[in-house]
């Protein structure tokens, strides 16, 4: 079935000498995976292995043949062009880490219309503003509303936030947040783009990205920590 969509690039490895397995986040089809033949060959390969790069948002023209195998482009362009991520280290580190964690949180070959328009959205933010400390958190955050196991505040007057069950709490069990860190995730809850540029000291912003790192291992099978974790650190200090 011929499909035209916009795509958002999770990852792209390289297969054999000239080609590539792209696999990207659909707008409308969920997760899919592609086979790019001669990806670097010919008189076009660096321009083909530029729409490739974490995130970038295309539009496409590929046959879905919905099979379990991988798919293939018949068109490939870019619908929105970066103009500062691609020059920022900042801003190429933060989306090269939520290019990994989101390649190891969605699995689903299904519609998640939702999620695909949060993620370009905030892509777009991140594109045009230049105060991002606390955009990776925010954005973290608000991905577990889309994939199911965004924290319960109905009871967020409780000192304590148990990762497990993704609940607040009067009691602090084996799994719980101290309560130190659960008044940063609380303030975290409260956020969304645009609001203060830096609501968090570095410290603050390191625990919070453990915190929350920890949470999608404990609520998505799979879920391996990023490699590039570490460095988006080092550019935080």
């Known amino acids: 079935m011929l499909v035209t969509t916009k795509a958002i690039v999770l990852s792209a490895l390289k297969f054999k000498e000239k080609s590539l397995i792209v696999k990207c986040f659909t707008q409308s089809d969920g997760l899919k995976s592609y086979f790019v033949q001669n990806a670097f060959s010919g008189k076009n390969n660096k321009q083909k292995i530029a729409y490739f790069q974490p995130l970038m948002i295309l539009e496409i023209e590929a046959n879905h043949k919905n099979k379990g195998t991988l798919e293939s482009f018949r068109e490939v362009r870019v619908s ?12 190429s580190t933060i989306v090269l880490f939520l290019s990994e964690v989101l390649h190891h949180s969605i699995h689903e070959e299904e519609k998640n219309e939702s999620l695909f328009d949060f993620i ?16 990776h958190l925010i954005v973290l955050l608000q991905i577990t509303k889309y994939l199911g196991f965004y924290p319960d505040t109905s009871d967020s007057d409780f000192p304590y936030f148990e990762i497990n069950e993704g609940i607040f709490t009067p009691f602090h069990g084996i799994s719980c947040l101290t309560e130190h860190e659960t008044q940063l995730l609380k303030k975290l809850l409260g956020l969304r ?45």
């Open 120 to 135: 370009e959205t905030a892509l777009v933010w991140l594109d045009t503003h230049e105060e991002m400390a606390d955009f």
């Open 193 to 237: 783009l645009g609001d203060a540029p830096k609501s968090f000291h570095v410290i603050e912003r390191q625990l919070l990205l453990r915190i929350l790192v920890n949470y999608y291992e404990a609520h998505l099978s799979g879920f391996r920590k990023p490699k590039s974790l570490e460095v988006l650190r080092e550019v935080f200090m």
């Open 80 to 91: 929105i062009p970066y103009q500062t991520i691609p020059t920022n280290i900042l801003k």
